[in-house]
C-alpha cells in the first residue's frame, strides 16, 4: 500500500482496495489513510464544501484476490526488482485480463517489470512524488510495450487525480530522479568537504527549493536511495572486497548515506536521518549533533581536504549538476523537450516556480556560464563524469544560446524514446 496514494485516489472518489503485506503494516497503513482523508474532510468543510471522500471508499485487505475486479492496479511495494516482479506475477494471475498495471518505482526498469506478466502492454510506470497526496506531479513512463491506449488511462488518470501528468520514456530513474541523482551527488560530496546539512540545505531553500536535499531525502526516506545503491552493487555486500570506500567503478562515491542507513537513520519515518525529528514520522528538522559528530570522524577518517564553500558555490555546484544531467536526458530522447522537465521540477521537487524549472533557469544564467563553470569543476574533478559538460549543452552555447522554445529543434533526435 502507498498510502499517500490511496489517499490521492479516495480524494478523487475513485473506490479504492488497498493491500498489505500483514496485518501490522495493514493497521498501520489504515490508520495513516484515514489521518489524511479526516485531514481532507477539516480543509473541505473549512471552504464551506461536503466532505465528499470518507475510509468507506477503501477497502483494506491482505488478499490478492481482491484484486480481481480491479480496472488497474498500481503496486508501490519497495524498491526491489525481484520483489516487484513477484508482485507483478501475481497480479498477472489474480487480475481480469485487461487490467492496468502501474508501477510507483522511482527508477527500475519497466519492460523488466512488464517482461514477467502476460500482458506487457497494460503496463506502465505512474511515478508519483512524495508527500504523494500532496504533490502535483504524475511522472509517466512509457516501457517499449506499452500500449498508446494504456498511456492515454495512465494521463487521464493523473488529470482525475488533480495532477499534472507528464510522459517520458524508460531509463535508469527516468526523468526527476535522473536529474536528481548528481544533485544529490554534489550535495554529499560538500558535507565531505566541510559542510553541514543545513548549510547546504539553507542555501538551496534561500535559492527558493521548499526544501533542501537533504530535508528532502529525509522526507522520502533515505532507503529507496539505498536499496537501489545495493541492488547496483554500489553498497552492502555485494561491493568487490578491497573497493575503496570513497570510489565506485573508477569514479568518487560519497558513501555517507549509506552509513546513515547502516545506522537506522532512514529520515522522517525513523525520526533520524540527515536530522533529527520530534519523533517518528515527524516534520520538524533539527539539526543533530550525532550528525555532526559523525562527519567529522568521517572527514577525519578518509582526511579529506575541507574546501570551504560559498552558498554561491553551493548553489552552481548541485543545479549545474542536475541541468547537465537534463541535457543527456533531451540528448537521449527520454525527455520531449526542456519544458516537460521544468515541469517535472517545478510539480514534483518543490523547485521555485518563478525561476521557471531548471532548464529555463539554465537559459537565464546563460548557457556559456553554465558550461564554463562545469568545465572547469570537471577538470579538476575528472572522477566525477556527471560534471563532463553535456554535448547538447555545448551545442546550444556554440550556436549562439538560442531561446528554450527552440531547443527540440537543435536536438532533432532520431531515438527518441517518445
Ligand atoms: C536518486 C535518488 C532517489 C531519491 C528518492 C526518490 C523518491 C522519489 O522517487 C521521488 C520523490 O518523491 S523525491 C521527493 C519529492 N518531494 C519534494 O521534493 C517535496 C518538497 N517539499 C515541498 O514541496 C513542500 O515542502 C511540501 C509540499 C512538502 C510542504 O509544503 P509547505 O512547506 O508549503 O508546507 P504546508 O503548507 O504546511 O504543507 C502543505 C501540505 O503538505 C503536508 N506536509 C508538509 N510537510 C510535510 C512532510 N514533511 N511530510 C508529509 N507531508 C507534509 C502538510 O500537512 C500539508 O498538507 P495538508 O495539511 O493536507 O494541506
Ligand atoms: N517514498 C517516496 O518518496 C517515494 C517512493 N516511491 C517508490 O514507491 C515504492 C515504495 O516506496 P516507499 O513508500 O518509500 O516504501 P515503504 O517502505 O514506505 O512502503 C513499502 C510498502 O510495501 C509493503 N509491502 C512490502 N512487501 C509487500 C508485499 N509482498 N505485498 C504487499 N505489500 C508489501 C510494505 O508493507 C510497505 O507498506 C518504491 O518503489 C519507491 O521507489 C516513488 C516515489 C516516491
Known amino acids: 500500500m502507498g498510502r499517500g496514494i490511496v489517499t490521492s485516489l479516495a480524494k478523487a472518489h475513485i473506490p479504492v482496495v488497498a493491500l498489505e503485506q500483514d496485518a501490522q503494516q495493514l493497521e498501520i497503513g489504515k490508520k495513516a489513510v484515514n489521518g489524511l482523508l479526516e485531514r481532507e474532510a477539516e480543509k473541505l468543510i473549512k471552504q464551506g464544501l461536503a466532505p465528499g471522500s470518507t475510509l468507506a471508499s477503501v477497502r483494506f485487505t491482505l ?40 508501477t510507483n518505482t522511482s527508477g527500475l526498469n519497466i519492460d523488466e517489470i512488464a517482461s514477467v506478466t502476460k500482458n506487457p502492454h497494460l503496463v506502465i510506470g505512474t511515478h508519483f512524488f512524495s508527500p504523494a497526496n500532496i504533490m502535483k506531479l504524475l511522472e509517466v513512463v512509457r516501457g517499449h510495450h506499452t500500449s498508446l491506449t494504456t498511456i492515454a488511462t495512465a494521463m487521464n488518470l493523473g488529470k482525475t487525480l488533480g495532477k499534472v501528468s507528464v510522459l517520458v520514456g524508460n531509463c535508469p530513474s527516468f526523468v526527476g530522479n535522473r536529474l536528481l541523482s548528481p544533485y544529490l551527488d554534489q550535495a554529499s560530496y560538500l558535507l565531505e568537504e566541510g559542510c553541514y546539512p543545513e548549510d547546504v540545505d539553507k542555501a538551496l531553500e534561500d535559492f527558493g527549493f521548499a526544501m533542501g536535499p537533504f530535508r528532502m531525502m529525509d522526507l522520502a526516506g533515505l532507503d529507496i536511495g539505498w536499496r537501489s545503491r545495493m541492488e547496483r552493487g554500489l553498497a552492502g555486500n555485494k561491493v568487490p572486497l578491497g573497493t575503496p570506500a570513497r570510489q565506485r567503478e573508477g569514479k568518487r562515491y560519497c558513501p555517507l548515506a549509506d552509513l546513515l542507513c547502516e545506522n537506522g537513520r532512514l529520515g522522517q519515518k525513523t525520526g533520524k536521518g540527515w536530522y533529527q525529528y520530534e519523533k517518528l514520522g515527524g516534520r520538524i528538522a533539527q539539526p543533530d549533533p550525532w550528525v555532526k559528530d559523525f562527519l567529522q570522524k568521517y572527514r577525519n577518517t578518509h582526511q579529506i581536504k575541507q574546501r570551504p564553500a560559498t552558498p554561491e558555490m553551493i548553489l552552481e555546484c548541485c543545479l549545474y549538476a542536475l541541468v547537465n544531467e537534463g541535457f543527456h536526458v533531451l540528448e537521449d530522447g527520454i525527455a520531449s523537450g526542456p519544458e516537460d522537465i521544468d515541469v517535472i521540477y517545478n510539480n514534483g521537487y518543490g523547485w521555485p516556480k518563478y525561476r521557471g524549472g531548471p532548464m529555463y533557469y539554465a537559459s537565464t544564467v546563460g548557457l556559456t556560464k553554465v558550461l564554463d563553470v562545469l568545465d572547469k569543476y570537471y577538470k579538476e574533478n575528472p572522477d566525477v563524469p556527471s560534471m563532463k559538460p553535456a554535448f547538447l549543452l555545448k551545442k546550444l552555447a556554440m550556436v549562439g544560446e538560442p531561446p528554450l522554445k527552440e531547443w527540440r529543434t537543435q536536438v532533432g533526435n532520431p531515438d527518441s524514446k517518445l
Not at 69 to 92: C, G, S
Open 63 to 102: 488478499d490478492f484476490a481482491d484484486l480481481r475486479d480491479a480496472d488497474l492496479v498500481i503496486e508501490a511495494v519497495y524498491e526491489n526488482m525481484e520483489l516487484k516482479k513477484e508482485i507483478f506475477r501475481k497480479l498477472t494471475s489474480v487480475c481480469k485480463p485487461d487490467a492496468f498495471l502501474c
